[in-house]
């Protein structure tokens, strides 16, 4: 059942009309996990029908998301961050160019004046794909900084503290330092018994997603999370580099991190069909 919150987000549709929107909604979420083509098309229906609703776009952007269809994913959240400007969509525009062999484009996004204003759980989220675009691009001493400086955070929820250590050991991986990410493996072993969710058992740590449930972070949890993620940005020496205004100093950083701002263009798009709907790579969290 939709909460009234989204409920409200449909009153601009007949009642009629917001019903079955609704309801396409609901079976879209429902089906993601038993039957994701079925669900796909529900959510397709939904955005089709009520293209300037946010949800609607949303739900689609969620769904193809989880699907593994990161170009229309990429697409559909970039719509419904248009419309209502929703900050904790920009870790998902991320996590996506990521997930479509962008990693500069991933880091422009977390450097952005945009994602300056996340904070909280949000923040961890850009944090993580932040990390993992580095560690994409080969830098994975940068990559390692990022997710020790999320741990280093006091009030850091455990689920986010078992994942950000999943990372971080997949980047000592990564890096052929197995001495080190095989340190790391009790303590996981043990935040995993804690907080991995029953649905994700036997799930390869590479495989770990961007967490899409932003409303549940601990109540404790970061406080704002006062981390400027600027300062991880290498300059050519391998020294840290403040950016201002997600502009770095260096001609390299400047082709890794571009201008810093989120392009959208003007206009809801339309849904696109099938030609649309094959993602071209790996999720973030995929390469973490």
């Given amino acids: 059942m939709l909460s009234s919150d989204d409920k409200l987000r449909l009153r601009g549709l007949s009642k009629e009309h917001a019903e079955n929107i609704g309801l396409h909604i609901l079976a879209a979420y429902a089906l993601e996990k038993s039957d994701p083509d079925a669900a796909l098309a529900h959510a397709r229906w939904a955005a089709r029908q009520a293209s300037r609703v946010d949800i609607a776009r949303e739900t689609l952007a969620f769904v193809a998301y989880r699907c593994g269809d990161y170009k229309l994913a990429n697409r559909e959240f970039r719509t419904a961050y248009r419309m209502n400007g929703e900050l904790d969509y920009l870790p998902f525009i991320a996590d996506c160019e990521r997930g479509l062999g962008h990693p500069q484009e991933a880091v422009s996004i977390a450097l952005s004046p945009q994602a300056k204003k996340l904070t909280g759980e949000s923040k961890a989220e ?34 986010y503290r078992m994942r950000a250590l999943q990372a971080e050991q997949n980047f000592l991986d990564q890096a052929n ?18 907080f991995a969710d029953p649905d994700e058992d036997g799930m390869d740590v590479d495989d770990d997603l961007v967490d899409n449930d932003l409303e549940e972070a601990d109540a404790r949890m970061l406080e704002g999370l006062g981390i400027n993620l600027s300062q991880f940005v290498g300059n050519k020496d391998g020294e840290n580099q403040e950016i201002e205004d997600g502009k770095s100093g260096t001609a390299e950083e400047e082709a890794i991190v571009g201008t810093g701002e989120v392009k959208f263009d003007d206009g809801a798009a339309e849904i696109a069909e099938s030609d649309d709907s094959a993602g071209s790579g790996q999720s973030a969290a995929s390469k973490e």
Avoid: T
């Fill in 177 to 194: 330092r197995e001495d080190e990410a095989q340190e790391l493996e009790a303590v996981i072993e043990d935040l995993e018994n804690k």
């Fill in 126 to 159: 850009m944090m993580l794909v932040f990390a993992g675009a580095y560690a994409d691009m080969g830098k994975f001493d940068q990559a390692l900084k990022i997710v020790r400086a999320l741990l280093s955070v006091r009030g850091l929820g455990g689920a």
